[in-house]
Every structure is written in C-alpha cells, then in structure tokens.
C-alpha cells in the first residue's frame, strides 16, 4: 500500500510541478524584474553616465548574478538584468551572493530584449554592444574597447539568444562577439559571474580603470580590511 501511494503522488504531483513551473515563467517574463531593496541609493549617479555596462541576458542562477552585481560596485559600471530572469532578483540568494553591496550597485532592470533595445536607442553618446560567446571572432583581451561599450553576457543554460547576437554584429550599433579561450576538451563553459570578472577588468584596463578613477570620492569606507567571502 505505502509503494502505491507513492507511485500516485508521483504521477500527479509532476504535472501540477510542471504548469506551475510554466506559469512562473509567463509571470516573471511579463514584468520587470523587482530589485533588491535599496539597490543604488549609495550612488548618485545614473546608469547611463557610466563609461562601461554590463547587461545580462536572462541570467538564470541567482547567486551568480549576485556576485556579478558586487563585481560593478567594485568595479564603478553599470548593471543591467534583462529578462525574463530565472529567479526573482530580491531572492535571498541573489542578496547573499551580492552581500552588503546593493547600495552600490547602479542597476537598472529591463522586461525584455525589446525593452532593452528601446532604452538603449535612447541613450545619447557613441556606444555599442558587444556579445561574449563561446563562439566569439576575437579574443576578450585582443579587442579595442572604448567608452561606451556595453558588454552582453547570456542565460548560463543558452547563452544569448539569436536576436541579441545578431545586434551586436549590425553595422549601427554592433562591436562584434568575443570569446575568452579556454581548454573546452574538459570544460564547457566558464562560469558566468566569472566570465564576467574576465571581461569586464581587460576593458576597464584598457580604459585604463576610467570607471574607477572617476568614482565618487570623499566617502568613509565601511570596510577597512580585505574580506575574501
């Protein structure tokens, strides 16, 4: 008796599992992400006067996402999460990974690549986008970045999706795909936070760390030792 029970609640709970798996994701990709309770309010300037972006593309794992929010802090860029997302960004995963940082984090979340190409069309100033993918025509630290840029990363399951690649290689508004080699023999991919880490240091060196020396000062910092969590 105890073997068919758990053979009916089997059989009826995955479907149920299913369709509400299914209307989660028509949910969270009809609104706007919500973010973290009083993300950028230690910063008072604008995502758009930053000299680089990072923009994720339905980003699906929360604690990387996280950590790459507390990579822009430190690192003075914006942030942009484009959905339809994997999780809700106030998820206690997403905070744990980003830690106290959110203050700092100048993020601004978008419904959609459509929504994304909207509000970046409106944004004054040259710029451009640039897709890092496996399948990238040159390598991460032989390209020319400039100020502008935008720097695209992919859902950790997909990548990005077609239409956002094929504006990065436009001639409007396109820098081109970039990949950062590894020995795929034994790894498939790296992971995204640090991906993103990769990337996003090589253009701030090139910019030589503009985003940084152009950052707020004056500010008492709250910490006063290395914390490596």
Known sequence: MESCGRSVVVACSRPLFLRSQSLLRRRLSSQIPCLPRGAGEGVKEDARSKALQVVL???????????IARTCAA???GLHLVGPLGFQVDD????????DYWPYVVVKAHSSWA???QYF?????????????K????????FSYRRGDYL???SETSGLPPEALSDCNNDTYGGGTIRIPMVETYVRCLNLSVSVGIALYEASRQLHY????????????????????
Not at 57 to 67: A, D, E, H, L, Y
């Open 135 to 142: 399948r990238g025509t040159k390598i991460h630290s032989d």
């Open 75 to 77: 690192s003075a860029v």
């Open 92 to 99: 206690a995963r997403v905070k744990r990974a980003g830690l």
């Open 57 to 67: 593309v339905s980003p699906q794992i929360p604690g990387n996402t996280g950590c």
């Open 152 to 154: 695209l990363f992919g």
């Open 210 to 229: 503009e985003p940084i020396q152009s950052a707020p000062q004056g500010c008492e910092p709250f910490l006063m030792e290395d914390i490596f969590a």
């Open 115 to 117: 929504d994304f190409q």
């Open 121 to 133: 069309r409106q944004q004054e100033g040259e710029k451009r986008m640039i897709a890092f993918t």
